[in-house]
């Protein structure tokens, strides 16, 4: 299955770190956006953070029942979410995390591989 | 498997020439339970001590014992993570330390996030991203396995799409090209030898 995604969603992916979780994936932000994107904030880092616990209660509290998240959007339940609780290093941890990476930084194509180890 | 097969041939023509950049991205699947979260944080916590992409490719060669972990004991888990990691990091106690603690589960659960957000929710899934001469972004996903011959087709597609030439035609078969060589054509050269 093919299919064109916004670039707002390679903004995200190409430009900025994990932290900036909150950006909108439907936006279609210019330069100028991404550049801004780039550059995410502890403030940020938290606030995406706390959206994530939210959307994919598996994800932030790392219960057995991360397929409620994982395995598709239908199953995450806000409404059971245990907000998470996320210390200052924590904070610090993601926004200065970066995926990681082999190859060229000039290189013509940046591929992604979303997977796990199963 | 991607993993142990295409991804060679794609290493070797593509990423180690300099055409392609590559960035993994973790995706643990609800339905693999905590050893894939594990070993998410276990190949983040290896590279702390520069053996990230060594501890990656040594899970990915332990994917079967993986799978057959029991996904909601994490504690096995972490049993089964810690012998894969140790022996290709310096400091064995600080990787278990950082294992055991789940010091990374926020960020796995923040790129999780993030990939449900652009709806991928199956793996292994890719995205390739260029920019081209004008300044035109593109994303193309691909979901699910892709053997090489495929894989190189459609990276050829996208350095074509970033240098502002021709885009291939799908249905060509490439064929060898000396003049190929220094622009990218390369990897096709060898797309049809290099199937895993």
């Not at chain 1, 550059?39 to 938290?46: K, N, Q």
Request: aromatic letters at 6%.
């Amino acid at each position: 299955m093919r299919r064109v995604l916004t670039t707002g969603m390679l903004a995200i992916l190409l430009l900025a770190p994990v932290a900036c979780g909150g950006a909108d994936p439907e936006a279609a932000p210019d330069a100028a956006d991404l550049t801004q994107e780039a550059a995410p904030d502890a403030a940020e880092a938290d606030a995406s953070l706390v959206e994530a616990g939210d959307a994919d209660p598996a994800a932030a509290t790392a219960d057995p029942a991360l397929a409620d998240g994982t395995a598709g959007a239908e199953g995450a339940d806000p409404a059971t979410a245990e907000a998470p609780t996320l210390t200052p290093a924590e904070v610090e941890l993601i926004t200065n995390f970066r995926p990681p990476s082999k190859g060229s930084e000039d290189a013509l194509v940046t591929l992604y591989e979303f997977s796990d180890y199963i | 498997m991607y993993a142990t097969e295409t991804a060679r041939e794609v290493e070797k023509n593509y990423i180690d020439t300099g055409l392609v950049k590559f960035v993994y991205w973790d995706l643990p699947l609800g339905s693999h339970g905590y050893p894939a979260v594990v070993s998410a944080e276990a190949s983040h916590c290896a590279g702390e001590q520069d053996a990230y992409w060594e501890m990656h490719d040594a899970l990915f060669g332990e994917w079967k014992m993986l799978s057959e972990l029991d996904p909601e004991d994490e504690a096995a888990a972490v049993e089964a993570v810690l012998p894969i990691g140790e022996p290709l990091v310096e400091d064995g106690q600080a990787f278990q330390a950082c294992v055991e603690t789940q010091k990374y589960r926020p960020v796995v659960a923040t790129m999780l996030r993030q990939a449900m957000d652009m709806e991928i929710n199956a793996t292994p899934a890719f995205l390739f991203g260029t920019v081209s001469p004008s300044g035109e972004q593109h994303v193309e996903p691909v979901m699910g396995y892709v053997e090489y011959e495929e894989f190189a087709k459609m990276l050829d597609r996208e350095i074509s799409r970033a240098q502002g030439t021709p885009i291939p035609d799908p249905t060509e078969v490439p064929t060898p090209d000396a003049d190929a060589a220094d622009d990218g054509g390369a990897a096709a050269d060898d797309s049809g030898d290099g199937e895993g």
